[in-house]
């Protein structure tokens, strides 16, 4: 599993709910050229990403991520204010969104479908 | 009466059809069990009638190309903009139409001879047509009926199974051939009617003699008179290998992976996926959400993984028909599935959160990003929090002719 995010915080939490499943291994970055030629590199099964890293619209790594492996559940983090854009990536083939803070702990309940759909 | 050819006959169509239009069907393409395009091969069972222009090659390889399939889901995208009450009726009558067939079919099954065949291979065309244009139709799956639960059961698995094979991208007229094992994979069973409407379960002795249903079933499609023999012959084979599991786990003859004929196995998971999921007289349905859990965490074991990807692909991870409860806490029911993604249907919105009904409105949760399926909701948790509007729901479910 890929996880790209830059924000302290919402590493925290989502590193902390990733220790519940032993069964993805995780690769973070903060960096977008990095996670670039992550996604180049590696069909990942699992990609977590941030829908703004550093400017870049996370919408980009869902295309990278799509290419290299089009069965890639990708996961969205999103702020409120940008749901549109996360309802977009919905229709784009990303599996499934979470919106931070509040609702980080959504993303434990859809890691487990993901975990049933993955195995 | 025959109303069923008529409705057919709409060629305009044409160009939006969900499958490939490569040759007209033979027999020949029914007698063997077809290799699914994933496998790439279409060695010896090809008939040769394609004449060899290679740029043509790949497609007739991979029957459903990346062009056919945008062009089904932009027609899928222009169905959907109909509005949902004539959707709705479409489907019903649709549905309808499949429960009065499966019940001639069952009723009729232990006449020495039956003229069915065409009637319901009709009755498949216009399933995969509906299937394609009409997105509530799999929703009506979920009826049961309360007579004689084989009627429904047959009608939805014939359902469930054809769009099955729709997503596997098998040849329409495979998908339809499909359809008919379905509708008559139980037809063995009207040899055991009072174990069929027996509320209790059955003895050991009861259920062996069940296990010859199978047996039974395919000697049946012998009596169809209006049917090609080999195309009995193929159909004869599917129904007896339907209660087979690729890992020898399955009856009567313990048969492995390849050697179950792969429409088997497509009737096989839709059997278990509906059978599970809805009530029987001797012990109630579990939500669809668990049942297709099961099939993914192999409970249900012996199932082909293409093949539970496929029923994940059409009926998602909360099926039609499932009670959830939304980040909002408002309980809905799911009414359709998104097309690629598998946990955000259009649901019904029917409680709020304290379980008080409210006015019934739809939300496509594609569209709205800050809502989501929170969990599911079990009957029991219905039972307990509105006992009324659980025995409202409990009495819609059961299809009543009209």
Redesign the interface.
């Known amino acids: 599993m890929l996880f790209i995010e830059d924000e302290g915080y919402v590493i925290d939490r989502v590193q902390e709910i990733l220790k519940g499943f032993p069964q993805f291994v995780v690769t973070h970055t903060a960096m977008v050229d990095e996670a670039r030629k992550l996604l180049e590199e590696t069909a990942f099964d699992v990609v977590v990403t941030d829908i703004y890293v550093r400017g870049v619209s996370g919408l980009e790594l869902l295309h990278y991520a799509k290419e290299k492996n089009k069965e890639t559940c990708v996961i969205m983090i999103?702020g409120?204010d940008n749901?549109?854009l996360?309802?977009k990536a919905?229709?784009e083939?990303a599996?499934?969104?979470v919106?931070k803070p509040p609702?980080l702990d959504?993303l434990s309940?859809?890691l487990k479908?993901v975990a049933?759909?993955k195995? | 009466m025959n109303d069923l050819t008529k409705k057919k006959s709409a060629p305009e169509k044409k160009s939006a059809t969900p499958f490939p239009s490569a040759g007209a069907p033979t027999i020949e393409s029914f007698l063997e069990p077809i290799k699914i395009p994933e496998s790439e091969n279409t060695g010896p069972l090809e008939p040769v009638v394609m004449p060899a222009s290679s740029p043509n090659k790949a497609s007739s390889e991979r029957p459903i190309s990346r062009k056919d399939r945008q062009r089904r889901d932009e027609a899928a995208a222009r169905a959907a903009e109909r509005p949902f009450r004539e959707l709705d009726a479409q489907a019903r009558e649709v549905y309808a139409r499949n429960v009065s067939i499966a019940k001639e079919l069952l009723n009729q099954a232990g006449q020495p001879y039956i003229e069915k065949y065409e009637r319901i291979v009709r009755m498949a065309e216009l399933n995969s047509q509906t299937l394609f244009e009409n997105s509530l139709f799999l929703g009506y799956t979920n009826y049961a009926t309360a007579d004689n639960y084989l009627y429904a059961h047959s009608a939805n698995v014939a359902i469930i199974s054809q769009a099955i094979g729709m997503v596997m991208g098998l040849e329409k007229s495979l998908v339809n051939f499909l359809g008919f094992c379905a509708m008559a994979h139980d037809i063995g069973m009207s040899d055991y009617a009072e174990m069929v409407s027996s509320a209790e379960r059955l003895s050991d002795e009861d259920y062996s003699s069940v296990m010859f249903h199978s047996e039974v079933g395919a000697a049946k499609i012998g009596r169809l008179l209006d049917m090609d023999y080999r195309l009995k012959e193929r159909a004869q084979k599917v129904i007896l290998q339907v209660h087979e599991r690729g890992d020898a786990s399955g009856y009567p003859n313990s048969l492995m992976n390849e050697e179950i004929d792969i429409l088997a196995q497509i009737v096989g998971i839709a059997d278990v996926y509906e059978a599970v999921s809805h009530p029987r007289p001797w012990r109630p349905a579990i939500h669809p959400h668990t049942a297709i859990?099961r099939l993914?965490?192999?409970e249900e074991k012996g199932f082909d993984s293409k093949v539970i990807k496929a029923i994940?692909e059409v009926l998602s991870?909360y099926p039609p028909g499932s009670l959830v409860a939304l980040?909002t806490g408002e309980i809905a029911s799911v009414i359709k599935i998104n097309k690629?993604?598998?946990?955000?249907p259009v649901v019904a919105v029917l409680l709020d959160g304290d379980f008080e009904p409210v006015s019934t409105r739809l939300i496509d949760l594609?569209?709205?990003?800050?809502k989501?399926i929170?969990?599911i909701v079990e009957e029991s948790e219905l039972v307990a929090r509105n006992p009324n509007f659980a025995a409202r729901q409990e009495l819609a479910r059961w299809w009543v002719e009209w």
């Not at chain 2, 690629?340 to 955000?344: H, V």
């Open positions: 999103t409120v749901s549109d996360a309802a919905l229709k083939g599996f499934d969104f919106i609702a959504r309940n859809i479908l049933l759909v195995p | 859990k993914i965490d192999r994940i991870i980040s690629g993604s598998l946990t955000r594609m569209e709205h990003p800050l989501g929170e969990r």
